[in-house]
């Protein structure tokens, strides 16, 4: 365990101020994962603070007792500043116990693994995520509660009532600490002692992934067999983790990791996992070379599988096979299975598997913090996102790495490809043909626009065109219920179901810094048809979406600006 304390500075006597900010910033509502801005609108002036003593002042309401608190972030530019700034304000605020990554590095995975190992109050983990970083990239702010996960909408919905109120902020004095060596630091304030350590990010997450799978078996079968794999971690944090489980403990050579070296800019790429941004990885597979292939994205909890000659695993049929392979996880070996969640635009894929096997599945709006409730329950025991999430309830986030280790656990015990896995997979429970398509960097008014013009088809006596040949049973607007606690979410997006069963779903996304993204998901399921080509059979799909949007004319976009 390479986290424990090495060694105990104590830093002079430093006093708490009450800095008086001018006026509130009215723009700081938490989206699907946090809050999300331009890296020059997080620079005005206070801004940041005001943010961040919003959720200091939360967390001291809701939990007045435990004052240990998690630092750190994907590496992405900014961080740097934002690091020490909260280190200030949670000691000037009440809290004693400091946690913070070795560089200020912690993957989203490998916080909510510390928090829920170390009892944390919770986290504040600064990332974008998969968006752009750099000076004129996004920044990131989230805060994860102390089960690991993702803080839950009324958490969110207080802290963005005390920023538009905002008129102070509590800091202290400037200090020095270097955050560039595992070590203790104790600071002596005008509200006493205050202990900020510096961890390893990685080894809490290490340990933890090596009591879920059987990583020596995994080592063997890729030895014995002699099969080349290769990661991409597309210069975000989890770089680090590739390197100690991939290389040290799996034996891959380093010349198969490629951009596991965390930049703040992630060395100019948008590092988003999936056939557009990952693109080098693409070729690289479609080389032939290599076996299994995988990308991460920026904070490390998205994940995107690959095999050999570049054969495309969608997330959906990921979350699918992984259930449908329980008995090659340990993890999973021998304790009752509670069932499987998905969000509403994840692929029905799962749903097949959860009906043959008996069990449960629940459909939850899109975002992991609508998870967590669920498998805090036991009722869930794996989850998954079509936006390249996947994991489960080993913690509270998606684990781009778990996922990454469940497809080689499944390879090592079933001894066939990744293309065989997925073909056989389809040939028994049928495939479910699945497209999404982003319309990202719209105006905030064409977003609007083009969502209102869906709505109308929601009205009880409005006519629904065909779906290409096939009636058009519904369109409605997706509300949730969460059958644990009861809160609601609504207006999570526009769901037209043919009498076949195909979804076209429109969704307005949540995790974007400005203006609108508006996805559009496409699936067709067949048990006939496994073998097709996906874009013809989708484009009946297609050509529906676009009539009942009118998004070319609303938008002034000819075509999407990503299809994943």
Request: aromatic share 10%.
């Amino acid at each position: 365990q390479h986290y424990y304390i090495t060694n105990n500075l104590r830093v002079a006597m430093t006093k708490t101020n009450r800095v008086v900010t001018e006026t509130p910033y009215l723009d700081q509502k938490p989206g699907t994962s946090g809050l999300r801005k331009p890296v020059k609108t997080v620079q005005q002036v206070h801004y940041t603070e005001n943010f961040i003593q919003s959720i200091l002042e939360t967390v001291c309401e809701l939990d007045p007792s435990n004052r240990k608190l998690l630092i750190g972030g994907d590496g992405r530019y900014y961080n740097n500043v934002v690091i020490p700034l909260i280190v200030r304000m949670a000691a000037a605020n009440g809290f004693k116990e400091l946690i913070i990554g070795k560089e200020g590095l912690f993957s989203t995975p490998a916080c909510s693994a510390y928090i829920r190992t170390h009892k944390c109050v919770g986290g504040i983990i600064l990332t974008a995520s998969h968006n752009p970083g750099g000076p004129d990239g996004d920044f990131g702010i989230k805060y994860n509660v102390a089960n690991g996960g993702p803080a839950p909408d009324n958490v969110t919905n207080a802290i963005f009532q005390k920023t538009k109120t905002r008129s102070f902020y509590n800091i202290l004095d400037p200090v020095d600490i270097s955050i560039s060596k595992i070590g203790r630091t104790v600071l002596e304030t005008d509200q006493g002692q205050v202990v900020v350590e510096v961890v390893d990010g990685v080894a809490c997450h290490e340990e933890l992934l090596g009591t879920i799978f059987d990583l020596p078996k995994i080592k063997d079968y890729l030895l014995q067999n002699n099969l080349c794999i290769t990661a991409d971690a597309m210069a975000g944090v989890m770089g680090s983790t590739v390197h100690r489980i991939f290389g040290d403990i799996l034996g891959v050579d380093s010349s198969h990791l490629i951009r596991c070296t965390p930049l703040p800019d992630f060395g100019g790429s948008h590092p988003d996992p999936n056939l557009v941004y990952a693109a080098e990885l693409v070729t690289t597979m479609e080389s032939g070379k290599y076996e299994f292939g995988v990308a991460f994205d920026g904070d490390g909890d998205r994940n995107m599988i690959l095999g050999k000659n570049g054969f495309f695993v969608s997330p959906s049929d990921s979350l699918a096979v992984i259930t449908a392979n329980l008995d090659c996880i340990p993890y999973f070996v021998g304790k009752a299975f509670a069932g499987v969640g998905r969000s509403l635009p994840t692929s029905g894929a799962v749903d097949q598997v959860a009906k043959k096997l008996g069990f449960a599945i629940y459909e939850t709006p899109t975002g992991w913090k609508y998870f967590g409730s669920l498998m805090d329950a036991d009722m869930i025991s794996l989850c998954g996102e079509e936006s390249f999430g996947t994991g489960s309830n080993h913690i509270r986030e998606k684990d781009g790495i778990w996922a990454a280790l469940a497809w080689l656990s499944i390879l090592a015990s079933r001894q066939c490809s990744v293309e065989e896995i997925i073909r056989s997979h389809w040939k028994e429970y049928g495939r479910h043909f699945y497209c999404r398509h982003d319309y990202e960097a719209l105006t905030t008014e064409q977003g609007a626009t083009v969502m209102a013009a869906v709505n109308n088809y929601t009205a009880p006596d409005c006519s629904l065109p065909a779906m290409g040949v096939t009636e058009v049973k519904s369109c409605v607007n997706f509300s949730y219920t969460d059958p644990v606690n009861g809160d609601r979410a609504l207006n999570q997006g526009f769901v037209f179901t043919s009498v076949t069963g195909s979804r076209v779903i429109f969704r307005l996304s949540g995790t974007g810094s400005s203006g609108a993204t508006i996805r559009i998901y496409l699936e067709y399921y067949s048990t006939s048809e496994v073998d097709g080509d996906a874009q013809e059979i989708l484009s009946p799909l297609v050509e529906f979406a676009l009539l009942v949007s009118d998004i070319r004319a609303l938008s002034g976009r000819e075509a999407p600006t990503v299809i994943t």
